[in-house]
């Protein structure tokens, strides 16, 4: 069976899976949805109650009757790099590439449906809780009584996008921020607004789930930091164990979002628990790997070949486990 | 009024990416331009930065 690997050219993150499918001599075709239909050459049939369907980029060709696994990787909008674009060119190619895709008979990782339900921020904290993570005290608003009310309450707490960065605009970053309870939120009523307690940390966390296999690696946080996405710690990430406890939890989280691919954010306390920050269910992987050697671009290619999802928990961390 | 999370954003110092390498049709990933893999290379991977958890930011948000 084949793999389709949806993303971008400059992508090498996904090289890394790549290397390793052409390693294991899995046929794979690798193409970005933004490439259709100049770079890319669809079609599907469907005739006399059956369905077939090809697509041909790179000089190769992948047949939907021989389509094992979808990799939803860093896709660019169907049709974006089209000679003359549109949001109608657009609409229509997604229509085409999608719906042939989601006809076949392929495993996903992760399926657009599930994805797009994924990212949305006050979903994952309704999972996280339900799936027996600690998740901080969180309020998303557009009532600044209710957003002062939460910061009198919890005293420190920080503000931070559920969606990231506006679009359009390069030129800005938004950090994760500790407020406190005499900010001005007035302008909560200009947007909802997110607010979350905040966990004084020892500790990043970033687990990576890939299929029934968890990679965990570890960052010192330096005193007071805040976002560890933003800033030199002079430490760098080191392989941990999973606790128990949290592989359970991140079983049932990924049971019930339905994702093959998960990558979740912690903040370990003083005490050493590991605070449910968020998951992304497409978040990045190669730096991890790069600096730990953790063999998660491995994981996923194997998730990729396979016919079906491996049986049972591996986890993976410094000591195994 | 601009929404309270906005008050929060920083301006970030874009600096130019060049990137050394450059995609390869016939093998599907990124080459260096001695035709190694660029994944052949972890140091320069990190050294670019492209695979940090921020390296999407601008155009997808779940990093």
């Known amino acids: 069976m084949s793999v389709l690997i949806l993303t971008s050219e400059e992508d090498v993150t996904a090289d890394m899976v790549v290397a390793e499918l052409h390693a294991m001599g899995t046929p794979f075709l690798r193409l970005d949805p933004a490439d259709v239909p100049d770079k890319v050459v669809l079609s599907a049939h469907y005739a006399h109650g059956d369905f077939d369907g090809h697509l041909s980029a790179n000089g190769q060709v992948l047949s939907m009757e021989g389509l094992g696994a979808v990799w939803m990787r860093r896709p660019g909008e169907p049709a974006a790099n089209a000679a003359h674009p549109s949001p109608w060119l657009t609409a229509e190619a997604r229509q085409a590439l999608f719906g042939m895709l989601f006809a076949a008979n392929a495993r996903w990782m992760n399926h657009p449906r599930n994805a797009d339900r994924a990212r949305l921020k006050p979903w994952q904290l309704r999972v996280a809780h339900l799936s027996g993570f600690a998740v901080p005290p969180t309020v998303f608003t557009t009532a600044p009584r209710l957003a002062r009310q939460f910061a009198e309450e919890h005293r420190e707490v920080v503000v931070k996008s559920a969606s990231g960065p506006p679009p359009g605009d390069p030129g800005l970053s938004l950090p994760t921020t500790l407020i406190g309870p005499d900010a001005d939120f007035s302008a909560v009523a200009a947007g909802p607004t997110l607010l979350q307690r905040y966990v004084p940390k020892r500790a990043d966390i970033r687990l990576t789930c890939v299929g029934s296999r968890l990679f965990a690696a570890r960052k010192t946080a330096a005193p007071d930091q805040v976002d560890g996405r933003y800033g030199d710690t002079e430490h760098a990430w080191e392989p941990v164990p999973v606790p128990e406890r949290v592989s359970k939890s991140v079983d049932a989280y990924v049971a019930l979002a339905g994702l093959a691919y998960a990558a979740f954010d912690f903040a370990e306390d003083e005490d050493g628990i590991w605070w449910f920050l968020e998951c992304n269910q497409g978040g990045q992987f190669g730096f991890i790997e790069l600096e730990t050697g953790l063999p998660i671009a491995a994981a996923v290619a194997l998730w990729l070949s396979q016919r079906k999802p491996l049986g049972h928990r591996q986890v993976e961390g410094a000591w195994g486990a | ?63």
């Open chain 2, 1 to 63: 009024m601009r929404p309270f999370t906005l008050n929060y954003a920083l301006p970030t110092r874009l600096q130019p990416v060049v990137t050394p390498y450059h995609f390869d049709a016939s093998l599907q990933l990124n080459v260096l331009s001695d035709g190694r893999p660029a994944v052949s290379d972890p140091e320069l991977l990190m050294a670019v930065g492209t695979t940090t958890s921020t390296a999407g930011s601008q155009t997808h948000f779940d990093d």
